[in-house]
Structures are given as structure tokens and as C-alpha cells.
């Protein structure tokens, strides 16, 4: 179920805080760490580069016009795929 219009989009508080100081400083290759991977994405964060965790590690993620209304999640797996078992074998 999608979330309320009525509520808005969710973005973690600190991590709009630290964005915004940021574009302050204006030193835009630096990269922002968060473990908020429910946060949507929106304009406002275009061009900055996201350390978002995976459980492990955290995995830059460039955010582009793209990617504006998803979340940051779908830009981080959480699962790696080694392949079946039975594919092993054959070789």
C-alpha cells in the first residue's frame, strides 16, 4: 500500500539537513553516508553522490533526474546472487 498523499513523501530529517548544507558548501563530491533507505528521492537531491547501507557496506549511489520519486533502496541490493547450486556441478 502506497503511503498517504495527504502525509507527503518521507525523507529521513537529517538526511534533507545534511543535503542542504551541502549545496551551502558547495563541494558536491563529497558523499553523503545514510542508512535511511526508505527516503524518497527528490529534486532537490540531483548531482549528490548517496553512501547508501546495504547491511554490509555502504554503496555509492549518484542520484540523477532519473531516479527522482524512488527510494534508495532500489539503488542498493541487499542480496548477492552466486548462481544455483546445481550450475556448480556441471562444471
Request: glycine content about 10%.
Amino acid at each position: 500500500m502506497a503511503r498517504s498523499t495527504t502525509k507527503g513523501p518521507f525523507i529521513h530529517p537529517s538526511l534533507f539537513k545534511k543535503v542542504a548544507a551541502l549545496r551551502l558548501s558547495g563541494k558536491l563530491a563529497m558523499i553523503i553516508q545514510t542508512y535511511s533507505r526508505k527516503s524518497l528521492i527528490v529534486p532537490d537531491f540531483v548531482g549528490i553522490t548517496f553512501g547508501v547501507y546495504n547491511g554490509k557496506k555502504f554503496i555509492p549511489v549518484l542520484v540523477t533526474e532519473d531516479m527522482v520519486g524512488h527510494k534508495f533502496g532500489e539503488f542498493s541490493p541487499t542480496r548477492t546472487y552466486l548462481g544455483h547450486g546445481a550450475d556448480k556441478k556441471k562444471k
